[in-house]
């Protein structure tokens, strides 16, 4: 009795018509210069009549097996799409994505900026991705789904002839695998300032263009070489000189997990770590698919990826820096993990205007839409720093004073052309009272802010 299955079966094969000349309908709208037909008579109109008079046979024949062969073929799609399977077949539905995507970026180029539509849009000088998860966990807990993030990994020339030729493959493997919606994009150069210099003018497309540099804080600044310390800091200044937005993420262990695992360790990023990096560099033979391997499995949890429940963020507000500061917790308390803190305001003020003050904060934030209602003014911000902490500071930059007033016939360029990042004794007279501030404030933070979950400043 074939001819109960008869009708199944002639739907399946109209079906398949129909799906082959709707491909080659779609595949000729999209311009794909892959796309050539040998068949000399072939028209794109004649492709889409065949698809739509191949879905109205389905119909005409049997309603009911026409039915039942789309839901099995929308299952089947909705199953391969949600599975994902390593496979490349050149579909013509790539090609209309780059079409459009195209087609959107080329619009929006001529669209004027407008301060309702400002998205921080991410630079951020990763370097390997997966060897400072907490830095690309936090710009990715405020960027996806809703704006621009790009990956800069600066690589010296030394490292660059080592490094696998598909590294890149496996780092923005290892990026989809941590669900981190983020381009990836390796430069070479000489320095770090120089390629953060490079990557500041070139990154982007159009509108799609950083406009805010995300760096990790340098930690171990203490133990590097000057001139590492001096590109970290002019690399600070040609982003204000780009007008760039920049963020500069610390954390309490640090950023660089490389030590922990068998990574390579990025020379431009951290030039002065180089202890056990002969033990723990990535021999030229080793396979890249091994690296990815491991990669995948080292998927290290940050703290950006819990929970972060009833906890506090903490914004000091100390001066107008046009509203990242406050945008940007905003932007996590969207986020589920962070849908239950309390975003906390500090601001700088007399105890004769505080409550002046605080009404003046809350309207701002009322004019900017952000329902932040815990505003508190710090009245002792102009004391002076306790003596144990301003000693520690002044004995934390001594090795970057010239004393020039100490050395008798020595002029301060003469002292300069063989040290030129260390300050001389009048500029460190010149900025004592804005350093003891920031001694203060730090006094003020850790009173504060000792047990919240992130604090901006």
Request: aromatic share 12%.
């Amino acid at each position: 009795e074939l001819n109960t299955i008869a009708a199944l079966i002639s739907n399946f094969f109209l079906c398949s018509y129909c799906l082959i000349n709707f491909s080659c309908f779609h595949a000729s709208i999209t311009n794909s210069p892959g796309w050539r037909p040998s068949f000399h008579y072939y028209s794109k109109w004649t492709a889409l009549f065949g698809a739509v008079i191949s879905v109205v046979l389905m119909f005409l024949f049997t309603w009911w097996a026409a039915l039942t062969t789309f839901c099995i073929i929308f299952f089947l799609f909705g199953y391969i799409n949600y599975n994902k399977p390593k496979v490349n077949w050149g579909s013509s539905v790539q090609a209309g994505t780059y079409n459009m995507a195209l087609s959107y970026t080329v619009s929006l180029s001529g669209v004027e900026d407008h301060v309702k539509n400002f998205r921080p849009q991410c630079l951020v000088l990763t370097g390997p991705p997966n060897q400072r998860p907490a830095l690309v966990d936090f710009v990715g807990s405020f960027t996806k789904h809703i704006s621009l993030m790009i990956c800069g990994d600066i690589l010296m020339e030394k490292d660059r002839q080592t490094r696998p030729h598909d590294a890149t493959d496996w780092l923005v493997k290892w990026m989809n695998k941590r669900k981190v919606r983020s381009f990836y994009t390796p430069f070479t150069s000489d320095g770090l300032r120089v390629g953060a210099r490079h990557l500041l003018q070139a990154s982007g497309l159009g509108k799609l263009k950083p406009n805010t540099l995300v760096l990790g804080f340098k930690a171990n600044w203490r133990d590097s070489s000057p001139e590492s310390i001096e590109d970290y800091t002019n690399t600070i200044y040609d982003t204000f000189d780009s007008n760039y937005c920049l963020c500069i993420l610390r954390m309490m262990d640090g950023l660089d997990i490389s030590d922990q695992f068998d990574f390579e360790v990025n020379q431009g990023f951290e030039p002065d770590e180089s202890v056990e990096n002969n033990d723990q560099q990535t021999p030229e033979g080793k396979s890249a698919d091994d690296i990815s391997d491991k990669g995948d499995s080292d998927q290290i949890k940050t703290v950006f990826q819990n929970d972060q429940g009833k906890k506090t963020i903490d914004v000091y507000w100390i001066a107008d820096d046009g509203g990242l500061t406050l945008l940007v917790p905003y932007l996590l308390t969207r986020r589920k993990r962070w849908h239950h803190s309390k975003v906390r305001v500090f601001i700088v003020g007399d105890e004769q205007n505080m409550e002046e003050g605080r009404n003046e904060m809350i309207a701002l934030l009322k004019r900017f839409r952000l329902d932040f209602n815990d505003v508190t003014v710090m009245t002792d911000s102009e004391r002076r720093p306790h003596a144990k902490n301003l000693s520690r500071f002044v004995d934390s930059v001594a090795p970057f004073r010239l004393y020039d007033e100490q050395q008798e016939g020595v002029s301060v360029e003469q002292l300069r052309q063989s040290t030129p990042w260390k300050i001389s004794d009048k500029e460190f007279e010149a900025f004592k009272l804005k350093s003891e501030r920031k001694v203060r404030l730090n006094e003020i933070i850790r009173r504060n802010s000792q047990h919240t979950a992130l604090v901006l400043v």
